[in-house]
C-alpha cells in the first residue's frame, strides 16, 4: 500500500496536493510503532558505521574518482562552483539517507519477512528502481545501486553510511551525466518535459 501511495504522489498528488507525502509517511511510522521498531533497530545508529566506512568507503572513493574522471574525461562536468556543489551535497545528504530509510529500514525489512535474504534484496531494488519510472537511466542505476545497499543493510544495518553513499553518488551523477542521458535525475511525468 504505501508504494502504491508513493507512486500515487509521484505521477499525481505531488502536483495537486503537494503536502500529501505527510499522512503518507504516518503509515510506515505507524507500522514501526506498532512492530516496536525503533530507530536503532532500522540501522538509525552508529554502531557499524566504522567498519562500514572501514570496508566501504576506498570503493566509494574510487566510484566517485571514477565519475569525476569520466566527467572530465568526456566534458560532460556541469558549471557550478565549488561552494555550490558543496551545499547541494549537504542538502541532498538528508534526502539520500531518507531514500535508503524506506528503501531498507521499511521496505526490506518488509519483504525479509516472506523472502530470503537475496530475494527480498532484489524485490527491493525491483520496487526502488520502479519508483523512478520513467527514467530509464536512474531505473539502472537504482537497481543495481538499490540491491547493494540492500545486501549491505541486511549485514550491517546502518542507514548513515547508505545515506552518505546515496547522497554523494547522487550528486556525482548529477554533475557528470549529461541531461540528454539522465533528464536532470527528473522522475514521474516531469521526466517527459527534459
Do not use: K
Not at 566504522?50 to 566517485?64: I, S, T
Not at 545497499?149 to 545515506?163: K, M, Q, S, V
Request: with cysteine.
Amino acid at each position: 500500500m504505501v508504494f502504491g501511495l508513493i507512486l500515487a504522489y509521484i505521477w499525481s498528488l505531488r502536483y495537486h496536493h503537494p503536502a500529501a507525502w505527510a499522512p503518507i509517511l504516518v503509515l510506515p511510522l505507524a507500522s514501526h510503532w506498532w512492530r516496536r521498531e525503533g530507530a536503532a533497530a532500522l540501522g538509525f545508529r552508529m554502531q557499524n558505521l566504522a567498519e562500514c566506512l572501514r570496508r566501504f568507503a576506498p570503493a566509494l572513493g574510487f566510484l566517485a574518482l571514477t565519475l569525476l574522471a569520466s566527467g572530465l574525461l568526456l566534458d560532460t562536468v556541469r558549471r557550478i562552483a565549488l561552494d555550490r556543489v558543496a551545499v547541494t551535497w549537504a542538502i541532498y545528504l538528508p534526502w539520500g539517507l531518507f531514500q535508503q530509510y524506506l528503501l531498507n529500514g521499511y521496505c526490506l525489512t518488509r519483504l525479509q519477512i516472506v523472502l530470503p535474504a537475496r530475494g527480498a534484496a532484489l524485490a527491493a531494488a525491483a520496487l526502488f528502481s520502479a519508483v523512478h519510472a520513467p527514467n530509464w537511466f536512474l531505473m539502472l542505476v537504482t537497481l543495481v545501486a538499490g540491491y547493494a545497499a540492500a545486501r549491505l543493510y541486511t549485514r550491517y544495518r546502518n542507514l548513515y553510511f547508505l545515506g552518505l553513499a546515496h547522497g554523494t553518488l547522487g550528486v556525482l551523477l548529477f554533475l557528470v551525466v549529461p541531461d540528454s542521458i539522465s533528464h536532470h535525475l527528473v522522475v514521474g511525468p516531469g521526466w517527459y518535459g527534459h
